[in-house]
């Protein structure tokens, strides 16, 4: 096991920068994500890991190698992407068991190792099947075990879960940690997903256009985003800018203001952190504002309603029995604890990428 030192790295494809100076710390046995929009450089990244592409400039380290000159086979890495492709003519335990013939471990001690791996995947019995005898999620299980059967230092998954169903999905992203901890393999996965990276990672990595603007452990990134873009990114945000926050002190709201802001300071607030009440709500540190209930939308437990208080659209999310009943259109009080009121700085801010 290993841990991964990217060190300003960039990468351009022509005039494009796909990465740009970007530098952060995967700590040995960790579970990290990659999260931004598409084409912020995810995949760059990882394959730039991996070693498919060459930085231009910066450098990436392995434990204590600097990989830079070391070609994809010599990295010790274990892979899978989206579209990881079994071979469908061989069964699932040859599958598995291919990197250790290319690297000629012999077939007793590929026989055991196979038999490991697919016990830890939970395919024990399944060795003798072809790949299309097997469901999807079973198929992807023999992807997992393939990429770590070589006992690699670091994995690398690219938009693994992807292509399932949110259920099997779900199971996939639980097995995915237990396997994980189980072998303790730092473990770098890009996904498009915000709540698959906030449940998984140790620690996320957000990038927009080829630069890392922030990373760090999910609650505090969540709970202290550097910029707007990132507040609304990972996660919703009813965002109080400095103008449309005053705005908004007219028409019977009272926001307080945190010590650490000012009255141009850009605000955010969760929508799990607001609540709705018929009655206007006491207290001297809550903030509160009256709206307009514009839609409510069912969704099992929880519930999204959307208010509007003047021109400013608000959402909140709540449990369903905790949301007053009353028609769209009715007027109705939103507040929220001083805690809950998040100061965004202005631009990005440097952070530790350790
Ligand atoms: N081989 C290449 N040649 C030219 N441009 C490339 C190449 N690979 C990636 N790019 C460009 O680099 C940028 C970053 O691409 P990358 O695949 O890393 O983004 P991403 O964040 O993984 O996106 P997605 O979420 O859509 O997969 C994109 O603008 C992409 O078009």
């Not at 309603?305 to 003047?310: A, E």
Request: hydrophobic content about 40%; proline content about 6%.
């Amino acid at each position: 096991m290993a841990d991964v030192s990217v060190q300003n790295v960039t990468k351009t494809f022509g005039s494009l920068k796909a990465l740009n100076d970007v530098t952060m710390h995967f700590p040995d046995g960790g579970f990290f994500a990659l999260l931004g929009p598409s084409g912020s450089g995810k995949t760059t990244l990882l394959r730039a890991i991996a070693g498919f592409i060459f930085a231009d400039s910066g450098s990436i380290h392995i434990g204590d190698q600097s990989v830079e000159h070391i070609p994809v086979e010599k990295r010790d890495i274990g892979m899978m992407f989206q579209n990881y492709a079994l071979f469908p003519n061989m069964t699932v335990a040859d599958n598995v068991g291919f990197g250790l013939r290319v690297r000629k471990v012999g077939a007793a001690e590929e026989r055991r190792r196979v038999s490991e791996a697919l016990e830890l995947v939970q395919l024990g019995q399944l060795g003798d099947r072809k790949p299309h005898q097997l469901s999807g999620g079973q198929r992807q299980r023999v992807a997992l075990a393939r990429a770590i059967v070589t006992n690699p230092k670091v994995l690398l998954l690219d938009e693994p879960l992807s292509a399932l169903d949110k259920s099997l999905r779900v199971d996939m992203q639980i097995e995915l940690k237990r396997i994980q901890r189980e072998i303790g393999i730092t473990t770098i996965f890009v996904t498009h997903d915000q709540e698959e990276a906030l449940t998984l990672s140790d620690k996320i990595g957000i990038l927009r256009q080829g630069t890392m603007i922030q990373a760090g452990p999910p609650r505090e990134v969540y709970n202290n985003p550097v910029d707007v873009f990132t507040a609304e990114f990972l996660g919703e945000a009813n965002i109080l800018t400095g103008q449309s926050g005053l705005a908004l002190s007219s028409g019977g709201a009272d926001i307080k203001l945190p010590h650490s802001a000012t009255p141009q300071s850009t605000l955010a607030v969760r929508p799990e952190n607001m609540s709705i009440s018929i009655s206007e709500p006491d207290g001297d540190e809550i903030s509160k504002l009256p709206a307009t209930l514009v839609r409510r939308i069912f969704a099992g437990a929880m519930a999204t309603c959307v208010l509007k208080h003047n021109d400013n659209t608000f959402k909140v999310i709540a449990r369903d029995q905790d949301i007053p009943d009353l028609p769209e259109g009715g007027e109705i009080w939103l507040s929220w604890k001083p805690e809950h009121t998040i100061v965004v700085p202005e631009g990005s801010v440097g952070f530790d990428p350790n």
